[in-house]
């Protein structure tokens, strides 16, 4: 394909003429330990981290040994680091009270530290939609660069196709699911929360993207409002009133209060009144046992009543 660089590399020069030895030398010596104040997140860096209970057994483990793998930076024009892979590592050092940060400095443009770092990340374990969405988007925008073909008006140009093809091939992921991510960077936050938490599918937030921010926030109202979220079709015909400039706030209460085929009715319960008539001794996941056992005596007690009262 026109444009596309060989996958045949010549040896460099001073490779021929250094052991590996001394190679292996020259890589350790762009390791050491940077002072965390000197080193900045990347920007807009599409990962969480988290302080919750992984983070906190990494804090044990960067205490009892160190950082066993390095992370990656590259030095900024002012002196200054930009971490590229290793957030989860720079907050564990800083959790743990060190003032550095075992790091191997790498000479990257900013597209290049773009998709390193998405790469990097996406060996985690656990990675949530909108962070797939806005790292997809990141990493396919400095593919674009590098290709030569930037974008205009944040429109799809022509010829786009190649980038895509090659996200995709790397991925793993088709390019209709790529693209579908990718338009999750156009929700509002409430509703990507929605979708991180698993409230919303994904197609049906991708029905909502479509629309503008003014009718997303006034689909959140509803959800709140009905404790309730919209279904894939409820979606599909707020997108074509809004299409069709109808989309009202009025309109959007009407498709949102609709009954789903699917859609049960709700029993609340209040946990503080209910776990204070449960046993100390039955554990919080043999609750909903608990209570329809319950139940069942109570139905039996009231049934052996009304047949005792009807004689």
């Known amino acids: 394909m026109a444009g596309r660089k060989s996958d045949f590399t010549l040896t460099k020069l001073d490779d021929l003429f250094t052991t590996q030895a001394q190679r292996d030398e020259e890589q350790l010596s762009k390791i050491r330990d940077i002072p965390l104040e000197l080193i900045d997140d990347f920007p807009d860096h599409p ?8 983070m906190m057994q990494l804090v044990e483990s960067v205490k009892e040994r160190g950082v066993i793998t390095p992370a990656t930076v590259r030095q900024k024009e002012d002196g200054r680091y930009e971490l590229v892979s290793g957030h ?25 530290a773009t998709i390193l770092m998405v790469e990097s990340n996406f060996q985690r374990s656990e990675i949530l939609p909108s962070e797939k969405a806005f790292a997809y988007k990141m990493r396919l925008e400095a593919m674009k660069r590098q ?58 937030a991708v029905e909502l993207s479509y629309l503008d921010e003014d009718c997303q926030r006034d689909v959140v109202d509803e959800i709140d409002l009905n404790d309730a979220t919209p279904s894939h079709d409820q979606t599909i015909r ?56 319950a139940l069942e005596h109570y139905n039996k007690f009231l049934r052996n009543r009304a047949e005792r009262d009807s004689r």
Request: glycine share 4%.
């Open 47 to 54: 990962f969480k981290v988290r302080d919750d209970e992984d």
């Open 88 to 112: 989860r590592r720079k907050r564990a050092c800083e959790l743990a009270g060190f003032e550095t940060l075992r790091s191997e400095t790498v000479d990257l443009n900013r597209d290049e």
């Open 147 to 204: 290709a030569g073909r930037p974008t205009k008006n944040n429109l799809v140009p022509v010829g786009q196709n190649y980038s895509r093809e090659e996200l995709a091939a790397q991925s793993g992921e088709s390019q209709t699911q790529i693209q579908r991510y990718i338009r999750l960077t156009n929700l509002v936050p409430e509703l990507l929360e929605f979708v991180d938490e698993g409230r919303i599918k994904m197609r049906p």
């Open 238 to 293: 707020m997108r074509k009133l809004f299409n069709e400039g109808n989309l009202t706030t009025e309109a959007i209460h009407a498709v949102m209060s609709e009954e789903k085929p699917n859609q049960k009715e709700k029993i609340v319960l209040r946990g503080d009144r209910v776990r204070q008539l449960i046993p100390k001794n039955i554990p919080v996941s043999q609750t909903e046992d608990f209570v329809c056992k």
